[in-house]
């Protein structure tokens, strides 16, 4: 094999994906047709999760360091225009003011397209067993039994040349080739509007208007909602994007620039850096790949960026699926390892997707209903009007502002590799987020002294945690994991809060961070545990019988 893992797309999910399988010591090549300049940021916000991430990998000060403003504050505002009138807003503070949530040892991060890929290859680069060829296009591939082999062109050369890897992994975004050519189909909505982005650069945009900064505003006209802005950088760059319905069409520089301007309400110096048509979509790809050819971000789901669920999710294909391969390489990882990458992964995206559609529906919600020209005159009874509106319309928005559930709260259920134990799934919600140690769950975070949580125990193995110097000492399934060739170490956990928040007195991790299984007892066959947990018994069949 030239390589273990070929990887086709060096956004963040191909350069996260590269940089976990070198943070766990597998050998890769990304491959990029471009040369990874980005002039259209696709993402601005790393959530939660992905911070958590991030910290595993030792990188959050480079996130935080990137190059966004982070004393800029980050509310969200609804207008008719930067010099008209202002509905409502949702108050948020600057990235550097803003407190970790007590469900997690790092909060949300404004870190757009633009700095945080640059964050993800130094952190893949750091890896000399990783290998980043830009310019470098797949031309096909053919998949066989033992691996697959590929056509590569050198875009600067021209020259084509063949690599074959044990496995290949389409992060080649929502035109995917990969997708395509294996021929699998995506299903839900193909066009939820068609949308224009322009960035542009002004100088002093706060100067300009009367409204307090805020990082994104709303545009609502009698016609409804139309536009929305956001700040790119914090700085002088900001994203307009003229928000359309399903019907297709594409705008000039000149329409654009005039749409910026009615934003603002007034004439004002700005420079267009770029402008980007696109199709806001709500699709996830019926199959996740085949044996030895696997999808993830874009490549597997489209969203609408309201909420900034796509990138996120995508860097959970990454985390999850990289373990995986390297498991397999490794030769400790069984059939059904590879195969709970779908059955894991897909679920999610579905919610996730389906999430962001109804966050799209509520921002567009004044176009169904629309506030009519008489709330726009200046008047005392149009003030009334507006100020009743938005009252409603800020309500009716915190689902898409507070959504903590989506990013800690996702379950494996189901799953052969996760062992139930009986108790029942817990509400899947939105807004909160109720940490629960449940097999499928992400392993709850709870600070074990100043400065260590204990997620900073997981990522490169699986772990046994001990709550108490007397629970059983998990001796059993440290041996069974050996000799399988399993990472595997077992931790004590002498924390009241941590025993009371995971609830048994065993509770095992794997390497991702999810909890597989659970038991106030140690088990009477580990070496069950351990097989189902590596992919080679089912899980859900074990958790039965065990229940039984």
């Known amino acids: 094999m030239d390589t273990p893992v070929l990887i086709v797309g060096a956004g963040p999910i191909g350069l996260a994906l590269a940089g976990d399988l070198g943070f766990r010591g597998t050998a890769c090549t990304l491959v990029e047709r471009s040369d990874g300049q980005i002039l259209q940021p696709k993402m601005d916000m790393i959530g939660i999760r992905t911070m958590e991430f991030c910290r595993r990998w030792g990188i959050v000060p480079w996130v935080e360091s990137a190059g966004y403003n982070r004393a800029y504050p980050q509310d969200c505002a609804w207008v008719t225009s930067l010099t008209g009138h202002e509905f409502g807003r949702e108050v948020f503070p600057a990235p550097q003011d803003e407190k970790c949530p007590p469900q997690s040892p790092q909060k949300r991060e404004r870190c757009p397209q633009n700095f945080f890929d640059p964050v993800l290859r130094r952190f893949a680069g750091q890896y000399p067993h990783v290998s980043l060829r830009y310019r470098t296009e797949l031309v096909g591939f053919v998949e066989d039994e033992d691996g697959v082999l590929s056509t590569l062109r050198d875009l600067e050369s021209g020259e084509t040349f063949e690599i074959r890897s044990q496995y290949l992994v389409g992060t080649d975004g929502g035109a995917s080739s990969v997708r395509q050519a294996l021929g699998i189909a995506m299903a839900g909505e193909p066009t939820l509007t068609y949308t224009t982005n322009v960035v542009f650069r002004t100088k002093d945009l706060e100067g300009v208007h009367d409204l307090r900064p805020a990082y994104r505003y709303i545009f609502i006209g009698p016609e409804g909602t139309w536009a929305t802005l956001v700040a790119i950088n914090g700085r002088d760059q900001w994203r307009f994007s003229l928000v359309g319905d399903d019907t297709m069409q594409t705008h000039s520089e000149e329409v654009m620039r005039a749409a910026i301007i009615r934003a603002v309400g007034k004439e004002f110096d700005f420079e267009i850096l770029s402008l980007l048509p696109w199709v806001r979509r709500q699709l996830v790809a019926d199959s996740y790949g085949t044996k030895r050819v696997f999808l993830a971000g874009d490549a597997a789901h489209l969203t609408s960026p309201t909420g900034g669920f796509g990138m996120n999710t995508g860097i959970q294909d990454a985390v999850n699926l990289s373990w995986k391969l390297a498991a397999t390489l490794e030769g400790w990882g069984g059939p059904n390892l590879l195969g709970s990458y779908e059955s894991e992964m897909r679920p999610v995206a579905i919610r996730n997707v389906s999430e962001a559609t109804g966050n799209l529906k509520r921002m567009l919600s004044p176009r169904v209903v629309s506030p009519g020209p008489e709330m726009f005159a200046d008047t005392p009874e149009a003030e009334q009007k507006r100020r009743e509106f938005g009252e409603a319309y800020t309500e009716l928005m915190k689902r898409e502002w507070f959504s903590i559930g989506i990013h800690l709260g996702y379950v494996f259920e189901g799953s052969p590799i996760v062992i ?129």
Not at 428 to 446: K, L, M, N
């Open 420 to 548: 139930p134990d009986g108790t029942p799934r817990p509400e899947d919600t939105v807004q909160t987020y109720t940490p629960t140690a449940r097999p499928g769950s992400r392993a709850p975070h709870v600070w074990l002294e100043p400065g260590r949580s204990i997620l900073d125990l997981f990522g490169k193995e699986f772990v046994l945690l001990r709550f108490g110097e007397d629970a059983p000492s998990g001796d059993g399934l440290a041996t069974e994991a050996a000799a399988r060739g399993v990472p595997f170490r077992v931790v004590t956990i002498d924390n009241a809060e941590a025993a009371v928040l995971y609830e048994r007195r065993l509770v095992l991790v794997r390497p991702d961070g999810q909890v597989v299984w659970r038991d106030d007892n140690a088990p009477a066959r580990p070496g069950e545990i351990i097989d189902a947990v590596r992919g080679i018994a089912d899980g859900q069949a074990l958790g039965i019988r065990s229940a039984a």
